[in-house]
């Protein structure tokens, strides 16, 4: 294969692995606008207006994840800008780690956040140096049009791939740390009412053997799991008294405030005991 045939087709698999990043019908099109770039051969400017749309769809992707009012909103927050608005390290900031704070981050997740943020501003850097116009890209040759392509788009998967890569490292340490043992007491505290089976029941024990943390905003950080209640189930009452032990599996749902991250708060009405198998 070719050097040329070798660039376009890395040149596919890259506007591929782009795509899942978008999930708004407007960045899809001014992604797909900024791939037409490529394809005007008769405009000597196509390159820089490629890299100036890619960045600037960075700053829609950030727009949208991190929404200004959520950014004002967080404890952590402190005017960077002339004007007021929220910085791009602000954005970063806010898709990643959202209201927490920077010393939960570092002293509990053992995170960086200030090292996370670096390799995404040279990324954004790096995609800025494009956006020039000068003689090396304003009439490029055949053979180097797909490889300069691959460059710019390598540079702008990476700042994405980096901002995807430290929140979902963000979340998963939250889930590391959880004591799953304050989970567990919260459940079980949480489920009075199981005596539809039986005249008496009431839960002996909880336990959580699933638990993902699936957003954090300004305020909470919100999480979902699953896992099996023990129970206890009564008829009758003196010398006919009957009980039995059994298990069910439940799932639930709940949030924590982003400034006790873990401490869970769930409501009996956000817990579901599946007993579809004490019917079969």
């Not at 995170?111 to 009439?139: C, G, Q, R, V, Y």
């Not at 699933?210 to 919100?222: A, N, S």
């Amino acid at each position: 294969m070719t050097n040329k045939s070798l660039a376009s087709v890395t040149l596919q698999n890259l506007i591929s692995e782009i795509q899942p990043f978008l999930e708004e019908a407007f960045e899809k099109q001014v992604f797909q606008a900024s791939v037409m770039y490529l394809s005007n051969n008769d405009d000597f400017l196509r390159f820089s207006c490629f890299a100036y749309s890619l960045r600037e769809l960075i700053r829609i992707f950030l727009s949208r994840t991190s929404p200004e009012e959520y950014i004002l909103a967080c404890q952590w927050y402190k005017p960077e800008t002339d004007n007021g608005k929220p910085s791009r390290r602000q954005r970063f900031r806010y898709y990643t780690q959202g209201g927490l704070s920077d010393e939960f981050i570092s002293n509990t997740l053992n995170i960086d956040i200030n090292d996370a943020w670096t390799p995404f501003k040279i990324s954004i850097n790096n995609l800025s140096k494009h956006t020039h116009i000068n003689e090396s890209t304003f009439m490029l040759k055949e053979n180097e049009k797909d490889e300069l392509a691959v460059e710019i788009l390598e540079t702008f998967i990476t700042a994405l791939t980096h901002a995807h890569d430290v929140k979902q490292e963000i979340l998963l340490s939250i889930e590391d740390h959880v004591n799953e043992e304050v989970f567990n007491q919260t459940i079980l505290n949480t489920m009075t009412d199981i005596d539809e089976l039986s005249t008496h029941g009431y839960a002996e024990s909880a336990m959580v053997e699933d638990l993902e943390v699936i957003k954090i905003d300004c305020k909470k950080i919100y999480f979902e799991g699953s896992g099996y209640v023990d129970v206890t189930l009564n008829w009758g009452g003196g010398e006919d008294s009957v009980s039995m032990d059994t298990s069910f599996p439940f799932s639930f749902t709940g949030y924590s405030d982003v400034n006790t991250p873990l401490t869970p708060n769930i409501s009996h009405y956000d817990i579901t005991i599946d007993i579809s198998s004490w019917y079969k």
